[in-house]
Each structure stands twice: as structure tokens, then as C-alpha cells.
T-cell receptor, first 116, second 114 residues
């Protein structure tokens, strides 16, 4: 099956700093990547959808200037949390979707972000 | 946009019994309904999915039913085992050539008691 990796798996940072999370599709070309946020004991909330080479489409209520998404290649998307604050602490999960047999969403293992 | 409601939020069953989780959706254009299992701190794992052109799909102990008229779909797990304990999410989307956006239900925490 398709493999999606995320890096780092966990990160602790100080309030006010920026954190970059990488999402990679290892064995297929991801024309679309999705970024989700999941708070403890809650569901996955879609933050944004990104298509390779295009600007990301953000869901209502998600600040595009705070959560910067770049999808520069068919195998890599990055999410940068700028000026992180404790309320940004969460589990961030990406998923990748391609064409043909890779049409469904394949999820990364997630990144646990803790902002002190 | 799409809205997916999931019930119950928690479900405790005895090992060997069946578990049923129900979801409703709002957008009649949705045509793809996957179910995911998520263990604590791990990624969601697709366990079964169904498209709108069928009413039922089964894979060993897991089955999903879909009622398009009523806009609801259900997950059935038979002969539950302790390893079935996890959080289960339903989702709905409009399946396209690529990039199908999923809307998730709130999740059901399933506990299988040995």
C-alpha cells in the first residue's frame, strides 16, 4: 500500500517560535495533500487542502497567515505553525491522495506539537 | 458543506458480542463513505469503505451498510475481540478523480471487555 511519512513525530517548542512539519508520500505522487488537526479525544478537523504547485485552500476559521502550507512537489508538503502559542498544541496529521489506485487518502503517522 | 453525525460516542461490549456504530450525513452529493480505526497516538487506518452504488459491503468480521435515501450508514463488527478496542471514525466525501475532501464524524470510542 501507499506510504506517507511525517517528520518530526513530536516537537516541543517555546511560545512565539515557528515549527515546520513535513509530510512525504514515499511511493506515489500525491497530487493533493490534506492537513488535519486533532485535539485530545476529538475528531480530525480539516485545516487545509493543498494541490501541488497551487496555493492551499483553507477551511473556515483557519488562519492562513498562521498555518503556512507549501506543496512544492508531488511528494512533499510542509505545514509551518508561525508564532506558536500553547493553544496550538495538538496532534497534526497529514494525508496524501493521488490518482488511479492512490485515489483515497493515505494518512501520515502524525506530529505531536507541544508549545510551552 | 457536509456535516456528519456519529453515534454513539462511546460503546462498551463484551468480547464476542457485536458492535454497531451509526452515522448520518447531510450532503446528498456525497458518494464515498470510509470508516477508520484509530489507536491512541496513531494514524487513522482505513478498515472498510463503501460507495453509493452499493448498499452493503462485508470484509470478514466487518460490514458496512448504506441507506442513501435516509442518508445514513453503519459499521457492524461481529465477534468482537479485545484488539478491536479503538476509536472509530466514519467519514463522507464526494469522490472525484483526485483530492476527495473527507468530512469526519465525531468518533466512537469502542471498548471490548474480555
Amino acid at each position: 500500500g501507499a506510504v506517507v511519512s511525517q517528520h518530526p513525530s513530536w516537537v516541543i517548542c517555546k511560545s512565539g517560535t515557528s515549527v515546520k512539519i513535513e509530510c512525504r508520500s514515499l511511493d506515489f505522487q500525491a497530487t493533493t495533500m490534506f492537513w488535519y488537526r486533532q485535539f485530545p479525544k476529538q475528531s480530525l478537523m480539516l485545516m487545509a487542502t493543498s494541490n501541488e504547485g497551487s496555493k492551499a485552500t483553507y477551511e473556515q476559521g483557519v488562519e492562513k497567515d498562521k498555518f503556512l502550507i507549501n506543496h512544492a512537489s508531488l511528494t512533499l508538503s510542509t505545514l509551518t505553525v508561525t508564532s506558536a502559542h500553547p493553544e496550538d498544541s495538538s496532534f497534526y496529521i497529514c494525508s496524501a491522495s493521488g490518482t488511479g489506485p492512490y485515489n483515497e487518502q493515505f494518512f501520515g503517522p502524525g506530529t505531536r506539537l507541544t508549545v510551552l | 458543506g457536509e456535516n456528519v453525525e456519529q453515534h454513539p460516542s462511546t460503546l462498551s461490549v463484551q468480547e464476542g458480542d457485536s458492535a454497531v456504530i451509526k452515522c448520518t450525513y447531510s450532503d446528498s452529493a456525497s458518494n464515498y463513505f470510509p470508516w477508520y480505526k484509530q489507536e491512541l497516538g496513531k494514524r487513522p487506518q482505513l478498515i472498510i469503505d463503501i460507495r453509493s452504488n452499493v448498499g452493503e459491503k462485508k470484509d470478514q468480521r466487518i460490514a458496512v451498510t448504506l441507506n442513501k435515501t435516509a442518508k445514513h450508514f453503519s459499521l457492524h463488527i461481529t465477534e468482537t475481540q479485545p484488539e478491536d478496542s479503538a476509536v472509530y471514525f466514519c467519514a463522507a466525501s464526494t469522490f472525484k478523480a483526485a483530492g476527495n475532501k473527507l468530512t469526519f464524524g465525531g468518533g466512537t470510542r469502542v471498548l471490548v471487555k474480555p
